[in-house]
Every structure is written in structure tokens, then in C-alpha cells.
Nanobody
Framework: QVQLVESGGGLVQPGGSLRLSCAAS????????MEWYRQAPGKQRELVAT???????NYADSVKGRFTISRDNAKNTVYLQMTSLKPEDTAVYYC?????????WGQGTQVTVSS
């Protein structure tokens, strides 16, 4: 079983930046395919970014060019650097790892973009 703990959310003004972190348990973190999702009030959970064990990244069109996903295997941590934030980025952000057909989730961290 994998445990995930997100941190780094908060309140930021439009145009601002935040960096989210997700610390994972397990000795084979470097092999995990990692994901960041978000869920805004009243909306379905949305896949935001992914990163493979080899470091290949992929992004939703809505965040491409503004968000960067990265990983530090020595720290068992995946990051989501968010820049040029917009009010529509307001959501609870979750990291996730799919393993053998199941998804493991963290508790989420709230990001609010507002002036």
C-alpha cells in the first residue's frame, strides 16, 4: 500500500505561483507513474499532469505552459510548480499513483486563486 501526503496549497492572487509537494511512502517510488489531479467545487476530478518513472511529462491543455510536474526520487516526492495562476485553477489538488488497476490518493491540498 502506498501513502501519499500533499502540501503547499494556499491562497494566492491571480498571476501568482505556488509549488505543491506530494511525499510518497515505499521503496520503489522511482518506478511509480505519478499523477496530479484537481477537483473544483461542483465539478468532476480532472487530470492535470503526469510524470513517468523516466521523467516524461504530460499536461492538460488548460495548464500547459503554466504548470510543471517534476520528481525527486531521492526524496520520494513529486512536485507541481504552478505559475500564472488563474481563478479557475481554484480546486483541491490531489496526487495519485495507479498501481495494478487501483488508484492511491492523498488527502488533497486546497489551492485558492483570488484577489
Amino acid at each position: 500500500q502506498v501513502q501519499l501526503v500533499e502540501s503547499g496549497g494556499g491562497l494566492v492572487q491571480p498571476g501568482g505561483s505556488l509549488r505543491l509537494s506530494c511525499a510518497a511512502s515505499g521503496s520503489i517510488f522511482s518506478m511509480y507513474f505519478m499523477e496530479w489531479y484537481r477537483q473544483a467545487p461542483g465539478k468532476q476530478r480532472e487530470l492535470v499532469a503526469t510524470i513517468t518513472s523516466g521523467g516524461t511529462t504530460n499536461y492538460a491543455d488548460s495548464v500547459k505552459g503554466r504548470f510543471t510536474i517534476s520528481r525527486d526520487n531521492a526524496k520520494n516526492t513529486v512536485y507541481l510548480q504552478m505559475t500564472s495562476l488563474k481563478p479557475e485553477d481554484t480546486a483541491v489538488y490531489y496526487c495519485s499513483v495507479p498501481i495494478l488497476g487501483s488508484h492511491y490518493w492523498g488527502q488533497g491540498t486546497q489551492v485558492t486563486v483570488s484577489s
